[in-house]
């Protein structure tokens, strides 16, 4: 098992998720709800259906993509929804 790839994929999600639409929903689903064990179960399921969907859709990128383009997309997709947001597009 190579930990470096598990802590540094668990350290970006963990930053890029903080205070994002998602944990809002979470948050906003406990309140509501004031079930939180039952929320953080169908916050965690979904999360891990849409991770494998992108492990699926990644692994079968990186057999048509090099990595290294394909981490280029990535960066140029980030910074173009960033500038939309900036720019209240989004």
Known sequence: ?????LLSTFGLLFLAE???KTQLAVIAQ???H???WMVFLGAT???A???ALGVVGGRTL??????TTLQKLAAVAFVAMGLLMWFEIL
Do not use: F, Y
């Not at 098992?1 to 790839?5: A, E, L, N, S, T």
């Not at 990186?62 to 990595?67: F, L, M, N």
């Open 34 to 36: 004031g079930q939180p």
């Open 1 to 5: 098992m190579d930990w470096k790839i």
């Open 18 to 20: 903080l205070g994002d």
């Open 30 to 32: 406990t309140c509501k």
């Open 49 to 51: 259906a849409v991770t």
């Open 62 to 67: 990186a057999v048509c993509i090099s990595p």
């Open 45 to 47: 399921l979904a999360l």
